[in-house]
């Protein structure tokens, strides 16, 4: 008799004395997940129960508190929370921020194909999510459009982790096992081999085939049928399929899904610069934007706007420009020339492409910031890298060595000779910038002599930069923190975004 209590018979069931099971929002093959009040704060929540069978199994309760684990690392806007996670009555469960909206697949299934810059809108939000979740070397494995939530405001968030692993993990699912929605799945995926984070660019590439087109790019009699399309068969054109879809858009489809993963977006930031620019184009060819691309768009800096650059125009005025000087097939024509090193449709001569940033704190704990460090290099300006609160500007007492101070690095994708870093965030530090190519140093003497330098920094600061060498790492030694903005009479960093430019 199996003596596993049914949804039903769980709500109303209290776990741990504080969350209160209301409702059934959702099942899988290894939990159920309730709506549910917390009872602490009087608040609502999502609560992810494994089911009883799974928990038996050590190695299925051990992926399910590694997902806890994990993703209560991850702290990003386009991420959904983990608030909470125990076990009661032989119930594990993890408690996330309750989301109140639909699913993408709900909306593509309630809308059809979507509005095409709400469709690229999305994907850089689902893409700036994995960019937080790869820089801690974990895989989702399962992106597709049931495991992203639009919220109220229209915001997409990430979700279901539940079969991601950190790469340098012995991971708990074993070489040969296919896990994932076949629907979305990587070729390589598909056989069994091993995945990387442009196992999840695929699968990002297809979600965002399915807003584009409103139906997924392969059918079969079988979900194996369906992987083995995506080992052996190239998706369906874009173009053909709807259009009036720009190339730029459909060229990220076409780049972000090629079957080879060398050839694909080496990492999700080269995607969102690609993604990004078709927004652009799309919204120019339509003379305004629409619904969440609004948002998106007025968080790309400036200097990444391929068609506005850095004084702002109306999109009905570049929407002229564009059809008067064709300039939407010059477009085509570069990004269909590729270029080196960074994504297909950057500027040249414009910014050098930012692979990762770093924490710096040789002078302390080793560890500065590093749970928001992603956020620095993230293109969002409403995000920011946030330094620890120090009790002086010229953090006193804190850090030992002969220059005190903290830092970050950020990692060029290859040696380059910037001539000037962009720095935004609150205002009033002052720092010192250096280059090397190789390391990166861990202690601050083994940076060589500053290249840049700044005092008082505005809420952007332009700092001029004279790097002799080519290098690949540029620190920013922070001298004098900011005060807080949200802490009177306390100090710290706090970075929106760092930009190397030619």
Known sequence: MNSRPTSAQMIGTVLSGRYKLEAKLGSGGMSTVYLANDGTLDRAVAVRV????????????????????????????????VIDAGEDGGHPYIVFEYVEGETLKQRIARLGALDTQEALAYAIEIARGLTVAHARNMVHRDIKPQNVLIDAEGRAKLTDFGISRQLEQAGMTATGRVLGTTDYVAPEQAMGHGVDPRSDIYSLGVVLYEMLIGQVPFHADSQVGVAMKHVNEDLPDVQQRRPEVSAAAALVVERATDKDPAQRYQEVGEMIDDLSTALEVEAARAGFT?????????????????????????????????????????????????????????????????????DFDPQGDSEEGSDTIAL????????????????????????????????????????????????RGAPGWDAQIYATASGPPEELAEWGEPVGEISAAAETA?????????????????????PSRDQEGRYRLEIDDVKLID
């Open 50 to 81: 494994m089911h009883r069978e799974m928990s038996e199994q050590p190695d299925q309760l051990e992926r399910f508190r590694q997902e806890a684990r994990a993703v209560a690392k991850l702290s990003h806007p386009n991420v959904v929370a």
């Open 290 to 358: 629409t619904g969440e691309a609004t948002s998106v768009l007025d968080a790309v800096p400036p200097p990444k706007r391929k068609l506005s650059g850095r004084g702002r125009r109306s999109w009905k005025a570049i929407a002229l420009l564009v059809l008067a000087a064709g300039a939407a097939l010059l477009i085509v024509q570069f990004i269909s020339s590729g270029g080196g090193g960074g994504g297909a449709l950057k500027d040249k001569g414009q910014t050098v492409a930012i692979s990762s940033a770093t």
């Open 376 to 423: 620095a290099s993230d293109g969002n300006l409403e995000t920011a890298w946030t330094s620890e609160h120090y009790d002086s500007d010229d953090f006193a007492g804190t850090k030992s060595g002969p220059d005190p101070g903290v830092g970050l690095y950020v990692t060029a994708r290859s040696e380059a000779r910037p001539s000037e870093m962009v720095v």
């Open 462 to 482: 332009e700092i001029p930069l004279e790097v002799i060498a080519p290098a690949k790492y540029f620190l920013i030694w922070f001298t004098k923190a900011a």
